[in-house]
Every structure is written in C-alpha cells, then in structure tokens.
C-alpha cells in the first residue's frame, strides 16, 4: 500500500486531498493542530514529522504540504520569522 502524508489534513483542501489519497488506495496519515488527524501538533516541530514517519513504517510515497497560517497585520509589524 501507498503511504502519504498531509499537512493541513483537519478541512479544507488538505481533508479533501487526504479523502482523495485515501479513495486512490493510500494510507494517509494526516497532521493538523486541531481536528481528527493521525498526527496532532505543529508542522514546525520536528517530533511531529518523527511520529508521522513512525506511523508510515518509514517509507512515503507522497507528501502535501499544505498547512499554512494567517496573520492579518501591517508588513512593517510582521517579523522575518512570520
């Protein structure tokens, strides 16, 4: 069976592309901070790939990156790390 991971799998396109995947013949393991997902936490946080890795038997076919955030502010208040 083919292995993938979504990031942003909680809604939206990541829930629909993970439905997808998972239609297609995938094992899906899905990461979001909220939500049903295999994974819950922070795409910036290093044991959250380990543990999806983990769960995928350490191989994957496919990855999304889909998780993203909004911050709605002035560019001249927003810091390099946003």
Request: glycine content about 10%; some cysteine; overall charge negative.
């Amino acid at each position: 069976m083919k292995r993938a991971v979504v990031s942003g799998a909680a809604a939206g396109i990541g829930a629909a592309t993970a439905e997808h995947l998972t239609d297609n013949g995938y094992q899906v393991v899905g990461i979001d901070l909220r939500g049903d997902v295999a994974v819950r936490g922070d795409v910036s946080d290093p044991a959250v790939w380990q543990r999806a890795l983990e769960l995928c038997d350490g191989e994957v076919d496919a990855l999304v990156s889909n998780a993203y955030t909004v911050a709605v502010k002035a560019l001249d208040l927003t810091t390099p790390s946003e």
